[in-house]
């Protein structure tokens, strides 16, 4: 890739100087020159191409000179590094301009032996920021997505242990899915539908959250929650209800003439396995519920309509004191010998 240099300079003859001595870096697209006869033309040109690596520019020019250019610069991208190209007779200004944020100068007449250290030290220095601000940049996306106390955790000598301790645990696992949500994204812009998405998703995973589940992932339009502990089928159960109620809600306050904002949730509850299931190699894992529990979960997610949650009757009999229910049909599930008795949910 091109390093991309933009050289400010009232006097052509500096221009026809570069593209003479910098024929081959040019010629193998190892620099690309752009020029500027003064700062607001050099201005205009940055807001019309924002990837220059660094700004090569004289002090004395008409209309802005190089120190007003440089305050402006400075202000509009502090990362973008520049160059002063002035006269010996110009120090006091050039003083002025180091003082003022330029990383170096050349003094003119030009020496091109000179101009090239400068321009290497310079461009090496542009590109360590971009580095830098690419990890920072990575390491707060990072942050998005994992506590910060596993990503101490994942640099400790206990890591790699820690992946190979699974367990079988008792919990109920819970399909949230938004019906018809794919067929909406086909004619939407890509913005569009992520940003309607997550607007869904935030709303559903705090609901999910505050009646004691956890996010196990995100799968397409859908989300896989669980629920542990003693009372971890009639709190997934009430969680539930409670994204249901505040789905149609929220359908109050968006624009539903592509899309109906409605959900269909299936809830399984038992034995699962729970561990770090992913690829060593690509040191990738998603510490997740795998089992029978979350493929029938799964399933009753997929034969529910717009609105209902449904359920097993062996979860129906446990929870049939507490809640509301119907018998609605029998199913032969996918993958599964018997035939199913479901029923949903009503409150």
Do not use: W
């Amino acid at each position: 890739m091109s390093v991309k240099i933009l050289v400010v300079d009232d006097e052509s003859d500096l221009e026809a100087l570069i593209k003479q001595k910098y024929r081959k870096k040019i010629r193998n697209s190892e620099y690309e020159f752009t020029f500027a006869e003064d700062g607001i033309d050099a201005l205009d040109k940055i807001k019309l191409e924002k990837d220059f690596d660094m700004i090569l520019s004289d002090i004395n020019m008409p209309r802005m000179d190089g120190l007003t250019l440089l305050s402006k610069v400075k202000e509009a991208n502090p990362l973008l590094k520049t160059v002063i190209i002035s006269a010996y007779s110009d120090l006091g200004n050039i003083r002025t301009a180091m003082n003022n944020g330029a990383y170096d100068f050349v003094t003119k007449p030009v020496d091109f032996n000179d101009l090239n250290i400068t321009l290497e030290k310079t461009i090496d220095h542009a590109k360590q920021l971009k580095k830098t601000l690419d990890a920072v940049r990575e390491n707060n996306i990072l942050k998005m997505y994992v506590d910060e106390s596993l990503l101490l955790f994942m640099d400790s000598k206990d890591f790699e242990k820690h992946l190979e301790k699974n367990e079988l645990i008792i919990a109920a696992v819970m399909f949230v899915d938004l019906c018809g949500f794919t067929a909406f994204s086909e004619n939407e812009s890509p913005n569009n539908v992520v940003n309607l998405l997550n607007q869904y998703f935030d709303e559903i995973v705090n609901t999910i959250m505050k009646h004691g589940g956890y996010i196990d992932k995100f799968i397409g339009d859908a989300v896989m929650a669980v629920f542990k502990g003693e009372h971890h089928i009639e709190e997934a159960v009430e969680a539930a209800l409670a994204v249901r109620q505040k789905i149609d809600e929220l359908k109050k306050d968006i624009d539903l003439t592509k899309f109906s904002g409605s959900i269909s949730i299936g809830i399984c509850d038992g034995q699962v396995v729970v561990g770090n299931i992913g690829s060593k190699s690509l040191k990738r894992f998603d510490y997740t519920v795998i089992g029978d529990v979350v493929n029938t979960a799964a399933r009753l997610q997929e034969i529910a309509r717009q609105g209902q949650i449904l359920i097993l009757e062996k979860t129906y009999e446990k929870i049939k004191e507490s809640f509301r229910c119907e018998h609605i049909d029998t199913f032969k599930l996918k993958n599964k010998e018997n035939i199913a008795n479901v029923y949903k949910v009503i409150e």
